[in-house]
């Protein structure tokens, strides 16, 4: 088998993927088709071997040719995307009943006009991948060149514009920085009662350690393990993480971590300690005074 046959069938077992793909961004099963086609061409003219990730480039390569097509049918002006899904539904994937599948598609299509009038590239990526087709932002975050927290923040933003919401304010990040700085010092102290107080009751912490990555849920689970973060918080430095309030902790060893945080209000909503090299090299740090 040469490699442009190998190609095709690595291709052919991933059609229903990137179908589905596009037919949930497009509402179209004739579009959707046009795009898989696209991303058949694409691939065949492609250097395959920079491509490490064959579904992950070929979804990325659908979603922005799905991107491009929504754009075009805008410069169009052909009727509203409310008419456009006149066609059957794909064979539902998780479950869901066709008709489902439909009204989901349909309402893709808008959300995406209104993403690519007011979204900036990683923004509409970030948002697409993630909210459209569930992929993962530890997968979407080497697409944006971003952290999976700043990944989360792309798409985040992208949300809140979709579902007609103005642009917050820019963030206060004074305010946050005092919310990690409580944050820290509770952790140092061993007070959990202070660690809830600053924890949204949602609040999901992530680690990528190597010897036992993890995810935390719930603002008293989280506290409890933050409670053993004393002696990385004693070390900790402030920073700006990808631009929001963070901190870096053991820097210069071989030990060395970034912790990134989100925020909602006067809570932290994500925690996320990243000690893998790779990830640490592609962060945007700044060290702050103290």
């Not at 539902?92 to 979204?119: F, K, M, N, W």
């Not at 820290?184 to 924890?199: H, N, P, W």
């Not at 990243?274 to 740090?285: T, Y």
Request: glycine content about 6%; some cysteine.
């Amino acid at each position: 088998m040469d490699e442009r046959e190998w190609l095709a069938q690595r291709f052919e077992e991933n059609r229903s993927h990137l179908r589905a793909v596009a037919y949930r961004m497009l509402g179209s099963l004739t579009e959707a088709d046009d795009a898989v086609q696209e991303a058949w061409l694409r691939l065949s003219r492609a250097d395959t071997d920079e491509i490490e990730n064959l579904v992950g480039w070929l979804t990325t390569i659908v979603g922005r040719v799905c991107l491009d097509m929504l754009r075009s049918r805008r410069a169009r002006r052909e009727d509203p995307l409310e008419a456009q899904v006149t066609e059957p539904a794909l064979d539902p994937e998780d479950g869901a009943d066709p008709e489902h599948q439909a009204l989901l598609a349909d309402s893709v299509g808008l959300a995406l006009l209104v993403v690519l009038e007011t979204l900036d590239p990683a923004e509409r990526l970030a948002f697409v991948l993630h909210d459209m087709f569930a992929v993962p932002f530890e997968e979407i975050a080497p697409i944006v060149d971003r952290s999976p927290a700043a990944a989360r923040q792309l798409a985040s933003r992208a949300r809140r514009r979709v579902q007609g919401v103005n642009t917050p304010p820019t963030p206060d990040l004074t305010r946050q920085r005092q919310v990690v700085e409580a944050f820290l010092s509770a952790a140092r102290g061993g007070d959990f009662d202070a660690l809830v107080a600053v924890l949204d009751p949602d609040v999901v912490a992530r680690s990528d350690a190597a010897e036992a990555p993890s995810v935390l849920r719930g603002a008293a689970t989280v506290a409890r393990q933050a409670l053993t973060f004393a002696q990385f918080a004693k070390s900790a430095e402030p920073a700006l993480v990808d631009g929001s309030p963070g901190v870096v902790a053991d820097r210069g060893k071989a030990t060395f971590r970034v912790m990134s945080f989100g925020f909602s209000d006067s809570a932290i909503t994500e925690i996320e300690v990243i000690g893998d090299p790779a990830r640490l090299g592609a962060l945007d740090l700044v060290l702050l005074e103290v």
